[in-house]
């Protein structure tokens, strides 16, 4: 028998007793022993197959790569700026704080949003390590044209 073959047969083996375990009727506790000895052979044949090294060569979603992290953030800074922008519009229309306080605010902020837009400048077309990303780009008028067909 190849060593292949056994670890398959071991396998669905284990994994038809673990089943038959489940629809046979027995106590509970004697179910789960039966489980957790069967979880052996099942280890062994999965391992024997290759089954964990292919699954660690899956990419792994919970540590996706941003490959422009820098100007993400940037963007975010300039929505929460524009947010507060808002609200302290809104502020001013309701009379809620004193005038001059929420101008001078507000002034403050449009030098701020200038700031970022200045640096978004700066961050777009480079990735997070800081190398120029080259971008293939269609002829925009060969691709207008195409359209208007």
Do not use: C
């Amino acid at each position: 028998m190849t060593y292949k073959l056994r670890h398959i047969l071991v396998l669905f083996f284990a994994l038809g007793l673990g089943a038959a375990a489940m629809y046979v009727e027995m106590n509970p506790w004697l179910r789960l022993l039966v489980a957790a000895f069967l979880l052996v052979p099942i280890i062994y044949g999965a391992d024997g197959l290759g089954i964990p090294k292919l699954l660690r060569a899956l990419p792994d979603d919970t540590s996706r790569h941003r490959q422009f992290g820098d100007l993400r953030s940037q963007v975010i800074q300039l929505l929460d700026l524009v947010r507060r922008l808002n609200w302290l519009n809104v502020d001013l229309e309701r009379g809620v704080r004193k005038e001059e306080d929420v101008k001078a605010e507000i002034a403050m902020a449009e030098r701020r949003l200038d700031g970022i837009l200045t640096e978004i400048r700066g961050a777009a077309g480079r990735s997070s390590q800081g190398t120029e990303v080259e971008e293939e780009r269609e002829d925009v008028s060969s691709h207008q044209s195409a359209e208007g067909r």
